[in-house]
């Protein structure tokens, strides 16, 4: 006993291995014909069409062959992509609706909810106020354009404007 049976073990398990791994392709192996692989229905049909005779299959294939190539290799992406986007539109962030538009007079109730209604205020009516506005370049600066509402020169006018809050 030596080395012999050592290399007659080694060559009977290589021997059991590609007896697995080459089924079918090894003269003397089991032929594929009666393998569950080798049957199918028309989706194995349609995957695994029939090997072309011709050398330059590759150039000459038919619109199907190229077709079925094409669908074989781009429906993972499909799916993923598909998976995806409707993973994002079922989980993703959902906005919430905008805000509904105060009236008049509900902004007149929040913004000065202290404000006597009854208030007159006695004022000269040559000059009207068009449009007020803040600039905050810098130091905060309150801007605005009058109109004189006569039809002879103002030229000088006082305008008193009180803040509410900052």
């Known amino acids: 006993m030596g080395f012999g049976w050592r290399l007659d073990m080694a060559n009977r398990i290589q021997n059991f291995f590609e007896s697995i791994v080459y089924a079918g392709m090894k003269p003397g192996a089991r032929p594929s014909t009666g393998a569950p692989a080798a049957k199918g229905g028309w989706l194995a049909r349609f995957l695994n ?3 072309p005779s011709d050398p330059l299959y590759l150039t000459n294939r038919s619109f199907g062959q190229k077709s079925r ?5 781009a429906s993972p992406f499909v799916l993923v992509i598909g998976g995806g986007l409707a993973a994002f539109l ?4 959902k906005t919430d609706k905008a805000p509904k538009e105060l009236t008049s007079a509900e902004l007149r109730a929040k913004v ?3 404000f006597n209604k009854e208030f ?3 004022s000269n009516k040559d000059i009207e106020i ?3 506005h803040f600039e905050n370049s810098g130091p905060s600066v309150m ?7 006569t039809d002879h020169p103002i030229f000088q006018a006082v305008v008193v404007f009180e803040l509410a809050d900052s």
Request: aromatic share 8%; no cysteine; proline share 7%.
């Open 49 to 51: 069409a029939p090997a």
């Open 69 to 73: 190539r094409a669908l074989v290799i």
């Open 120 to 122: 007159k205020l006695d």
């Open 90 to 93: 079922l989980f993703g962030h």
């Open 130 to 132: 068009a449009e007020v």
């Open 143 to 149: 801007v605005g354009s009058f109109r004189n509402t």
């Open 112 to 114: 000065l909810p202290g």
